[in-house]
């Protein structure tokens, strides 16, 4: 079935690195993904989002990338700091068109710490 | 501060209890979501509300059962839970349920705990 999933579960880094963060899917029909940050005790908070008529999009220290061949998309953060530290989720969707709603799946998510 | 509210932030509760769970959105949003957010597995979409009208029950028990009494508003009622139940709920609100829909802003969430 189909699936969004991240090759690693947990990314540690220094602050001023630079991080990436992967999510791989199968689902060709998707139109539509998004990244999300989770910080410990808080709900997910949308970071940057990418359709699939896109290759890359840029926001601030953020980039995402999308490569529609191998089904893989990634989340690039700039001068990574301490404040970046938390779990990183993508997710896709498939839009059903007219007023319907996109229903998003979300992958399992990385952990990301950044040491100071 | 995301513009959507939840109250309470933490519940326990004994499986023969009914509790609710509120939600509360102030960003003018007509689409509201629940999502259930277990330890080692993806969020899991389980209801979605579009314009007060219930468009989405993603095979969920009926022990949970949800209320949307109007766009701002959205409460999951629950009864005779399991342990398994124990969970983050989250809730979310979108401008619409069509394109917009895709920017989802999350509560904080309820952690509950069924004893």
């Known amino acids: 079935g189909e699936s969004v999933g991240l090759h690693l579960p947990t990314l540690s880094v220094q602050e001023g690195d630079n991080s990436i963060i992967n999510c791989a899917y199968s689902n060709s029909a998707s139109d539509y993904f998004i990244w999300y940050k989770q910080e410990s005790g808080k709900g997910p908070q949308f970071i940057i989002d990418?359709?699939?008529?896109?290759d890359k999009r840029q926001g601030q220290r953020v980039t995402v990338l999308l490569n529609k061949t191998v089904k893989h998309l990634s989340l690039q953060i700039a001068a990574t700091q301490p404040g970046d530290s938390a779990v990183y989720f993508c997710a896709e969707n498939i839009f059903a068109g007219g007023t319907s709603y996109g229903k998003l799946t979300f992958g399992q998510g990385t952990i990301l710490t950044v040491h100071p | 501060e995301t513009g959507v509210t939840q109250t309470p932030r933490h519940l326990v509760m004994g499986m023969t209890n009914k509790k609710s769970l509120k939600c509360e959105q102030h960003?003018?949003?007509?689409?509201m979501y629940w999502y259930k957010q277990s330890a080692k597995k993806p969020l899991e979409l389980m209801f979605v509300y579009n314009f007060k009208e219930q468009t989405e029950n993603n095979s969920v028990p009926s022990r949970f059962s949800p209320e949307c009494p109007n766009s701002s508003h959205l409460f999951l009622h629950l009864h005779t839970l399991q342990p398994e139940d124990s969970a983050l709920y989250l809730c979310?609100?979108?401008?619409?349920?069509?394109?917009?829909?895709?920017?989802?802003?999350f509560g904080p969430g309820t952690r509950l705990t069924v004893t």
């Open positions: 960003l003018g949003h007509n689409a």
């Open positions: 979310a609100s979108s401008q619409d349920g069509g394109p917009s829909s895709y920017e989802q802003y």
């Open positions: 990418i359709r699939s008529n896109m």
